[in-house]
């Protein structure tokens, strides 16, 4: 690097900005993108290990999950940031495989530094890798196996591949049940899941299989007042966006009162107003009332007396999922009460769950909206739980929307880098050298999953290819048994969309990150030269190629 400072002659820039170009600059980036994918690594797969977080207020997250770990991470050098947004946007994409597209991406660089090394310019690199990911997207297609939406028990398996190795493990069958279950309640007819129908609401207390869905909505409150029933069967639901309360006036008022019958005759005034709007509520024919704002004492007392559930100041979220399931109008004036706006609910009643009130809205009349409650014995694997419930609501809403799915075990990621050196061969010149670097790459998703289970990367690595070699296209790895297996049949499948995403977003960020031969960075006395994150990185010393004292 010091040749660089040393030689400049004249100053463009402003006092205290760094500069690093060419080799130095692809070798520092690559570094810090391979140090984000090494950290994740060893969380891929059923065996992968958990990441104990800890922030600056001492606050502790447990997770297996790629991106909470890089969301997590304070990270500050910009190619590694680029590595996180990876994650982010397979999160967002998909939901899952987001430690999975970070370490491709990761060994994509790794790969293409070799490539450097051998003289291929970053250009051809870049150009190889995306023919590379377009290819791989075509096969990946076609060796993908389409299923029928109605297949609940091939969308079990994406739910139980989805949740394998997170905390959520031990009961997964009970978990994947109820995912499943509930995706299909939310379910459009023409095979969309709007994944936000489905409300995960998480309980500290019990066990994992206590967890249950609620065919209906879930209300994290309890009713007023004691008098009221505690069941309403036939519920006739009214959802008011307006407080059962004496109207206050707007401007400031002073009434003065000069003797008892005055101050009598106001209060009964505000008592009788009050009724009216009770009395209007009771001939509506509602029995139970959702109020968005408050209730007031006198109108809670009158409420009880007519046998009315009132809940109040429900959240404003709630309130629409009320009015999606229940079928009720959300009506903001009390004039406007009437029986054609309430909703209808089979029951409504308020339960105990781990020790606290909470009200079910069942058996409704569109049960569009549906509640999932992910009970544990402590906060930190409620927490892991409901990432790992909200990953497999993910895959399985996908899988149900594009139908398509495809082994797991590392098998794609091997028949893929098969293919690919067969492709590259037909390729030809110095591209092909990048095709074959891609397919290579491709393999470190088995061979991760066969270290993070103890067993010996080559050795699978070579049982694994010789399946494919003979056509076995869903062949991958049992990480239990430690061998060859059809993963199809193992019933260990994940969504389409999980690698298409996956290996075209690792493959972006990789040509992106290759491509950057010049970093200027304003002055910034915390990150010395771009020095990537976590420290241990010592003595990269700008070389591409000393990279020594990385494990990857
Ligand atoms: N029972 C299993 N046997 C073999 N491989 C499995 C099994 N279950 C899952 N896998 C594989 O494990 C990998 C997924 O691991 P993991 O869930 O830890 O990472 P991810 O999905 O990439 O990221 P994240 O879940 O953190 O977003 C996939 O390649 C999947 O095929
Ligand atoms: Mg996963």
Redo the contacts with the bound molecule.
Sequence with gaps: MSQQLGGQPILILKEGSSRTRGRDAQGMNITAAKAVASAVRT????K?MDKMLVDTIGDVVIT????TILKEMDIEHPAAKMMVEIAKTQ?DEVG??????VVIAGELLKRAEDLLEQDVHPTVIAQGYRQAAEKAQEILQSISVTIKATDSAMLRKIAE??M??KGAEASKEKLCELVVKAVMMVADEDGTVDKDNIKVEKKVGGSIENSEIVEGVLVDKERVHPAMPKKVKDAKILLLNAAVEFKKTEVDAEINITSPDQLQAFLDEEERMIKNIVDKIVDSGANVLFCQKGIDDIAQHYLAKAGIFAVRRVKKSDMEKLARATGGSLISSIDAISSEELGYAGLVEEKKVSGEEMVFVVECKNPKAVSLIVRGGTEHVVDEIERAVE?ALRVVGVVFEDKKLVA???SPEIELSLRLREYAATVGGRAQLAIEAFAIALEI?PRT?AENAGLDPIDMLVELRAAHEKGKKTV????FEGKAED?LKAG?V?PLRVKTQAISSAAEAAVMILRIDDVIAASKSAAPEGMPPGGGMGGMGGMPGGMGGMEF
């Design positions: 969380t891929l797969g059923p992968g297996n999950d790629g991106v999160d899952d495989g987001t430690t999975t597209a591949t989805a394998t190795g990953d797991g075990g590392g998703i999953l991958g790895l049992n990480v993963m260990v994940e």
